[in-house]
């Protein structure tokens, strides 16, 4: 059996691996499914990653990851292990068990509508213009208030939310050490609000995911106050971050392929499409990451317990096994479902929102502006992480309102 020393390095952390990272992958796909990096494995191919994805074997190391950064105790690491991608076995299936009691596909279903009115008055704000920084002008602001609306918070305190998320989300980085005043703050705004929140609809239940969070039963278990807190906050963290850059990241492919927006404006139905293709070419999500639970063989290599194991769910999305032209974006042809959300356990409980939110937002961007190219440099975030644009200046001709 093969060592993980046989495997072939791709080192993550230079300026090719950044510049980029699909290159690095293509040269190496030919000669193993799985690589070597600074930190472990990564997993590259798509048959390879779908099945790990789902493999007990495999454990979280969203742990594993903030302790390799030296966050071992405290406020943020107790916080952590209670949140969903934290457990595995059966903790996580009762967790997950009572959040889809609440949090269901026609909570999401029914918010079509509010979510085409937000994307109307959004780009109705800057559409006569012909120009905008798209981040701040929509992103920023379109996926946080649907979250807010689906979880029930009032909107005259999105904002607070958008800047304890935006705190937040570098606990999912490199900069953990270098982030921390930032990120403990912005949690503990975010736990002291969520708690008022939960008081006040334990007090007065409304129609809206805390409400039915609280209230979720299954055989008389139910959420204790920590799991609330923590649910509510990864469902806020987790809503709002990625969705906001996949929507960064979908207008970027598209001012590259002018041709694939003009068909999408044609063709409006082609949006479910559209985001699937979207998500696969460029996902803001690159891997998924786990460790070993025990000794296991990958590939016919020997993966030693406690070893990093990374999916590369971005690599299996372009594995020309499973993709016919996989550097080819196209809205129109029908492909396998990318693996962007991950796959397994768990598979992004947010999956069917974040869908909803980008099929419902595309077309009417499309509609309204036509002839869409960049207008200025994009500045993009580190690839580790969750990955978009920090700035995307955007120039089109102004459409129909
Ligand atoms: C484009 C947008 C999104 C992408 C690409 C995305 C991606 C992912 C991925 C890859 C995972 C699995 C991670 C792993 O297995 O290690 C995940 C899990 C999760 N996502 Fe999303 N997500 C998105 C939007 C959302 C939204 C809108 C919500 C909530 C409202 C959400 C809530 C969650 C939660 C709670 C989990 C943890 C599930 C579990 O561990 O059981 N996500 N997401």
Redesign the pocket.
């Known amino acids: 059996m093969k060592t993980i020393d046989d495997l072939p390095f791709l080192n993550f952390l230079t300026p090719e691996f950044e510049a980029d990272p699909a290159k690095v992958i293509n040269a190496l796909r030919p000669i193993s499914k799985i690589v070597r990096t600074p930190i472990g494995v990564l997993v590259i191919e798509r048959q390879a990653v779908e099945s790990l994805?789902a493999d007990p074997r495999l454990e979280s190391s969203l742990l594993n990851f903030v302790q390799m950064q030296g966050v071992l105790e405290g406020p943020i690491f107790e916080a952590l292990s209670r949140s969903?991608?934290a457990v595995d076995g059966e903790d996580?299936s009762r967790l997950?068990k009572l959040v889809s009691r609440a949090f269901t596909p026609r909570s999401v279903e029914r918010l079509r509508p509010s979510m085409r009115s937000l994307s109307e008055k959004l780009v109705a704000d800057f559409a006569a213009k012909g120009r905008c920084e798209f981040m701040t002008a929509f992103a920023d602001q379109y996926?946080i208030q649907m979250?807010c609306e689906l979880l029930g918070v009032p909107s005259e305190d999105h904002d607070k939310f958008a800047r304890w998320s935006n705190a937040i989300t570098w606990v999912l980085s490199f900069e953990i050490a270098a982030r921390m005043d930032e990120i403990v703050a912005g949690f503990e705004g975010l736990a002291a609000y969520i708690d008022a929140l939960i008081e006040e609809r334990r007090a007065e239940p409304r129609d809206d995911l805390v409400s039915a969070l609280i209230l979720a039963e299954d055989g008389g278990d139910r959420l204790d106050g920590d799991e609330l807190r923590s649910l509510i906050a990864?469902?806020l963290f987790?809503?709002y971050d990625?969705?906001r850059n996949?929507l960064g990241i979908s207008m970027f492919l598209f001012c590259e392929n002018p041709e694939q927006w003009e068909r999408l404006r044609a063709e409006p139905a082609l949006a479910p499409r559209a985001v699937e293709e979207c998500?696969r070419f460029l996902?803001?999500?690159a891997i998924?990451?786990r460790s070993a639970a025990q000794d296991l063989e990958i590939d016919g290599v020997h993966v030693p317990r406690g070893m990093l194991v990374s999916l590369s769910?971005a690599s299996a999305n372009h594995d020309p096994a499973a993709y016919e032209h996989p550097e080819r974006f196209d809205v129109a042809v029908s492909r396998e479902t990318p693996l962007?959300?991950?796959g397994g356990?768990?598979?992004?409980?947010?999956?069917n929102?974040?869908r909803a939110e980008m099929q419902e937002a595309l077309p009417v961007l499309a509609r309204r502006m036509p002839d869409l190219r960049l207008d200025g440099e994009v500045s993009w975030r580190p690839r580790t992480g969750i990955f978009g644009p920090n700035v995307l200046p955007l120039r089109f001709t102004p459409g129909t309102a």
């Open positions: 994805l969903l991608l996580h997950r996926p979250i990864s469902l987790a809503g990625t969705t996949q998500l996902g803001t999500v998924a990451p769910t962007t959300f991950g356990p768990h598979y992004c409980l947010g999956a929102l974040a």
